[in-house]
């Protein structure tokens, strides 16, 4: 049985070397390709169909960014992983609002780089609280265009309400179940459920739902 399938995209040799002996190494996945850069990373995608792609967000050429992109445009269904230094880079947030599942730092153990690509092929978003929260601030200050009546909102029960407020608010699932006094498990049921229910992919798509459709209000401003 094969295991996850990984496209690497980085324009460092040696970081892909070391990504890929960890690869490798592993069961449960499998690295079927390597690009150096963004047109590369479009091309193996049409090629490979992996079920998730780490992507570096800066590259010469085609940028992380743009065959981000490209590649969802495309091929909605691929999962999108961010390989990024800083949590505050203006292009993560792109890349994220562009349909990235979540990010990695390169300085991420292992372990939790793993960890990272298993949750995004489940389903798991991965992506911080205070990153989520910046995102939203940003949509909640974009101007919404004028539109058709919404479609209806499918039922959702009192409980996911509540959760899929706290995931508008930029809130982890941990600090959900402690907010619900509920266990981290249910969360994940009910916010599979909320995604389910809403057809969407991932909680910030979800949470941009509930700020769109003024199901939820968005977090307080960073003032840091």
Known sequence: MNGIRVLLVDDHALFRKGVAD???????????????DGLQAVEMAR?????VILMDISMPGIDGLEATRRIKAEMPYVRIVILTVSESDRSLLEAIKSGAQGYVLKSVQPEALLGTLSGVVRGEASISGAMAARLLQDL???????????????????????????VAQGKSNKEIASALDIAENTVKNHLKNILEKLHLENRVQAATFALRRELATAPAPDRR
């Open 140 to 166: 909640a200050r974009e101007p919404h265009p004028a539109a058709p009546p919404p479609t209806p909102v499918p039922r959702l029960t009192q409980r996911e309400q509540e959760v899929l407020g706290l």
């Open 22 to 36: 960890l690869l490798a190494n592993e069961p449960g996945f499998e690295l079927v390709g390597e690009a150096a």
């Open 47 to 51: 090629e490979l169909m992996p079920d």
